[in-house]
């Protein structure tokens, strides 16, 4: 009797496995093809997750997602990478590897399967290519697909700058009208008047902005106002010549004017701000502008309390050089220590169709294909959408060398010396920085 | 034998068995008997301690990174070590450990001996109390770190409210964790108050072991409870808290999660402990060689002052 119930049991499991019978089993699971996708955990994530649905359907092959927080997302998948793991077989890896990946043999090269496939660079935005795809940079050696492209932009509290008293007030203090920035003096200007001030009974404050010290905060924060005051990383002519570019008259100058917006307008305790804090402070009504990535904008515009009607979105204003931003963004890579190559392939190929990138950017995601940012439509399918393009068009991104990490720790220890620490000067934190980027180079064996 | 039921027979045969068995393992010297126990253990230790040990004094006088493994190694001598020691930004961090560790421990190991001769007093519900004060060390340092963050928060954070309340400043006009100045004591204070109730319970230990006959015998000599503090408890009690003090400083002199949850190590470098810098430079610049060297280096100061710390200890042992 109990062995008529144990054979039951077991065929009865065998039939259910067989048929795929269980939560959350597709019928490519039951095939045993899946595949991992690695990247961070926010927002355009879950879209991907939505997107990647259509994927399975058409192929037959699941997907898996390992998603990492911000602020653990390079040390996680950097170890990853490092240590030869199999756990992600494809990875939408930030621009900055790019360069260490390739070298280290992390990423599989795409040039013959682009070729293969017919997915041309030439469809996607020029800065996304170079930012997310090349290394060497300006060299047509592809190790991704420009997969999110992003940049920093700024939001605003629409509903404030409407309010009769408000606009009164700034006239009078100003001798303008309130309204969007147009230059980085503009803006400063606009933070020092919410600073402190009483919305609907509310003490409000300025601005919230890029301070974090442990990552790449503070370093994706400031790089905007030092573009702008006309910082370069090297001598154009003259790769790996620091002197005089990072540390111009003007590059210094964009360093304490960042400082300046740091001490007289940001909320008390941001010493230590990224992304989510800024998200918090924007959306807790406490501050009047605030600096993000372009990422967080469709969630921002949602948001029931500061969202729709009440927010506005704005490209980085320019400064006395320049105007331009930080590229932020990621190209999906195939990672060389997966056992899944030809189905992280397919993926990509799946991924570079006209209408997938039509969709993503519908479902959330920033497609870099020009086939979608080019159309007519595109600048009024988004409320942020022609800020978007506008700053895909003047993006800079910081290194991509594979000693990167060591060259973004050296600014961000320099630069936080100096804007949140008060210890010594800009001039002294940016010569400090291409003292500490020469004995990196130098032991890179760069000569210049 | 034929006729013996089925558990007979298997009770039969271990009788059987074991006297062969006793005499086989009766024939071993105890040497190797010892050797045969601790064998497993020396291996386990051999691989997962002397060996990365080993391998870490190896790496460090190389310029090896774990992330470009396919770059030739090469043999660098004593150089990252000459670099290191004369970096003026380790130096820093070796000082901001410093203060760190001094302080946190001086405070921990006065509270701790405060708080564990009150509860010694037996007074009534000591037990609770005990277990009240017991709780911070029973926290992760991750949920101390996180939580603190928030009670330091200028705007809504308890602590600012409460200072906010005895000074009279408004609760937003400080930030403990992004000010130079305090900072460091932010740290300090977290510290404190998660392990004082450890230094506590080692002290309370110290305390219960004095035998009640000592005091009775100083009463009889009418000598003051000040006089039977200073003669008889703190001299009994030093080697618990001299005991205290070695594993809070070593504890304290690796110190990384919860400073790291509290500030990153900042503002700027303020509060970069050596632990911070250290992996930095291991997991974040992929420097193998040279944080290898950092590593032997902190290893060297940290074993070399507690082996000193412990021949103190010793001394005031055997007096």
Redesign the interface.
């Known amino acids: 009797m109990k062995r008529t119930t144990k054979t039951l049991v077991v065929a009865c499991g065998a039939v259910a496995a067989a048929f795929g019978v269980g939560a959350g089993t597709t019928p490519a699971q039951a095939q045993g093809k899946t595949i991992t996708l690695c990247w961070a955990a926010w927002d355009p994530a879950n879209a991907l997750v939505e997107l990647s649905k259509d994927f399975t359907a058409k192929s037959g092959i699941g997907m898996k997602f390992e998603f990492v927080p911000w602020t653990n997302y390079a040390d996680r998948f950097l170890n990853e990478l490092n240590s030869h793991g199999s756990l992600c077989d494809l990875i939408i890896g930030d621009s900055q590897w790019i360069g260490g990946a390739a070298e280290n043999g992390q990423y599989v090269k795409l040039n013959d399967f682009f070729k293969k496939e017919g997915i041309s660079m030439d469809d996607y935005m020029p800065a996304t290519v170079v930012g997310y795809s090349e290394w060497p940079k300006n060299t047509p050696n592809y190790w991704a697909l420009p997969a999110m492209g992003d940049a920093v932009g700024w939001t605003y509290r629409k509903d404030w700058f409407a309010r009769p008293d408000v606009q009164k007030d700034f006239k009078a203090k100003y001798g303008r009208e309130i309204g969007v920035p147009k230059t980085l003096d503009e803006l400063k200007d606009i933070a020092q008047f919410f600073q402190g001030r009483e919305i609907d009974g509310k003490k409000v404050y300025g601005a919230s902005i890029y301070t974090e010290r442990g990552s790449e905060g503070i370093t994706m924060g400031v790089s905007n106002y030092l573009y702008d005051y006309g910082f370069k990383y090297d001598d154009p002519k003259k790769p790996y010549a620091m002197d005089g570019f990072v540390n111009s008259a003007n590059a210094v100058k964009g360093l304490e004017a960042y400082k300046e917006l740091y001490k007289c307008c940001t909320p008390p305790g941001a010493s230590n701000s990224y992304m989510s804090e800024g998200l918090d402070a924007f959306k807790s009504g406490q501050v009047a502008l605030q600096m993000n990535f372009f990422a967080f904008f469709p969630g921002l515009y949602k948001d029931p309390n500061v969202g729709g009607d009440k927010i506005g979105f704005f490209v980085n204003p320019a400064g006395p050089a320049a105007q331009a931003t930080q590229l932020g963004g990621q190209g999906i890579s195939v990672v060389s220590y997966s056992k899944n190559q030809p189905e992280a392939l397919q993926y990509i190929k799946w991924f570079s169709g006209g209408d997938v990138q039509k969709k993503w950017w519908a479902l959330g995601g920033y497609s870099c294909a020009k086939s979608v940012l080019n159309d007519p439509s595109f600048p009024s399918s988004a409320p942020f959408a022609k800020e978007f393009l506008q700053s895909m068009g003047m993006v800079v991104d910081f290194w991509a060398e594979p000693s990167y990490a060591q060259l973004l720790q050296a600014e961000q220890k320099r630069v936080h010396d100096y804007v949140v620490a008060d210890k010594g000067t800009a001039q002294e934190a940016l010569d400090g920085l291409v003292k500490d980027w020469k004995a990196i180079f130098k032991e890179e064996g760069k000569k210049f | 034998m034929n006729e013996l039921s089925a558990s007979s027979r298997i009770t039969y045969r271990a009788v059987m068995v074991r006297p062969s068995v006793a005499h086989r393992i009766r024939g071993l010297s105890d040497r190797t008997l010892a050797w045969l126990f601790i064998t497993p253990t020396i291996v386990l230790l051999l691989a997962i301690n002397i060996f990365p040990l080993l391998w870490t004094i190896y790496l460090s006088f190389t310029n090896y990174r774990?992330?470009?493994a396919?770059v030739p190694t090469i043999w660098l001598g004593a150089d990252w070590y000459q670099s290191i020691l004369t970096d003026p930004?380790i130096w820093a961090a070796m000082q901001v450990t410093a203060h760190f560790v001094i302080w946190t421990v001086v405070i921990e190991t006065v509270l701790g001996f405060g708080l564990a001769y009150l509860i010694d007093k037996k007074f009534r519900g000591h037990g609770i109390w005990t277990t009240i004060i017991l709780l911070p060390m029973m926290l992760s340092p991750a949920v101390v770190g996180n939580f603190w963050t928030f009670l330091?928060?200028?705007?809504i954070?308890l602590f600012n409210y409460v200072v906010a309340f005895f000074t009279g400043r408004a609760a937003?006009?400080f930030?403990m964790?992004?000010?130079?100045t305090l900072s460091p004591w932010a740290i300090v204070i977290v510290d404190a108050w998660m392990w004082t109730p450890y230094v506590m319970l080692i002290c309370l230990a110290g305390l219960r072991s004095i035998p009640d006959y000592i005091y009775e015998a100083a009463e009889v000599d009418r000598a003051s409870k000040w006089r039977q503090f200073w003669s008889i408890t703190l001299p009994m009690a030093l080697p618990f808290i001299m005991l205290a003090v070695l594993f809070r400083g070593i504890e304290n002199f690796k110190m990384f999660d919860m400073v790291?949850l509290l500030?990153?190590?900042?503002?700027?470098?303020?509060t970069e402990v050596a632990s911070i810098t250290l992996k930095?430079a291991a997991?974040?610049?992929?420097?193998t060689g040279y944080s290898s060297a950092f590593a032997i280096i902190l290893f060297v100061t940290v074993f070399g002052l507690a082996n000193i710390y412990v021949k103190a200890l010793n001394k005031v042992k055997s007096r």
């Open positions: 774990a992330n470009r396919n930004d330091y928060q200028p705007q954070g937003s006009s930030q964790l992004g000010d130079v790291n500030t990153g190590g900042g503002p700027g470098s303020t930095r997991f974040e610049s992929w420097r």
